[in-house]
């Protein structure tokens, strides 16, 4: 399958999970040197292939439709692991509503509540708030000081990244899933994982959960 038809099928998927509502939301793939990218404006759940853009791995426009704004956050994920070969950025109700929160701690703005957020997704940092498309929002992800593979954008929504398209999604919507319950339990006195068994969880699935450590 062509880079484009991922990026239409995954589009899809998100909007038909009702995780990008209206025209919100971008999605990349790496190719080699290039990166696949939505075009500004699009909607996920309508894309064509005159919908996708193409940028070298700085973000630099190479071909076809205008890059979203959001671009720098896909660069920036690219370049901090290169075995990141998908990534999806979205402002799904319950991730939005999370980002509005203070974090649950500096390494996860999402608590361990289920195992599978542990799992799936790992510790999701909640990064400053910058206007949607500043540059500096790629620099943040690129330079945060913890292992990711997800974050919480402040005020903004979620982006997490994945070895492939599938894996990016899935990742997505677990986070999304993880945010959920985080605020629907939030008022009441919850029981947390316990955190040597975080740490296990964490190391058996090959999951970024390692408070203070930093990137090498």
Not at 45 to 62: K, P, R
């Amino acid at each position: 399958m062509s880079a484009a038809s991922e990026l239409i099928t995954a589009g899809r998927r998100l909007v038909d999970a009702g995780l990008s509502p209206g025209s919100s939301g971008n999605l990349s793939i790496r190719e080699g040197n290039r990166i696949f990218i939505t075009g500004t404006g699009t909607s996920l759940g309508g894309l064509d292939e005159a919908d996708i853009a193409v940028l070298d791995l700085d973000g630099t426009h190479v071909s076809g439709a205008r890059s979203s704004k959001e671009a720098p956050l896909h660069v920036g994920f690219y370049r901090r692991d290169e075995t990141h070969r998908a990534v999806v950025h979205l402002h799904s109700p319950f991730a939005v509503a999370a980002s509005c929160l203070e974090p649950w701690a500096a390494h996860s703005a999402v608590p361990p509540l289920t195992p599978y957020f542990v799992m799936r997704v790992g510790q999701t940092p909640l990064l400053p708030y910058r206007h949607p498309g500043d540059p500096e929002l790629g620099r943040d992800l690129a330079e945060a000081p913890w292992m990711l593979r997800a974050a919480l954008l402040a005020n903004h929504g979620s982006i997490v990244a994945g070895s492939d398209m599938d894996d990016a999604v899935d990742r997505g919507i677990e986070l999304e899933e993880a945010c959920r319950i985080a605020l629907l339990t939030a008022q009441a006195p919850r029981r947390e994982i316990d955190p040597a068994q975080v740490v296990e969880l964490a190391a058996r699935w090959g999951s970024p959960w390692q408070p203070g450590l930093p990137i090498h």
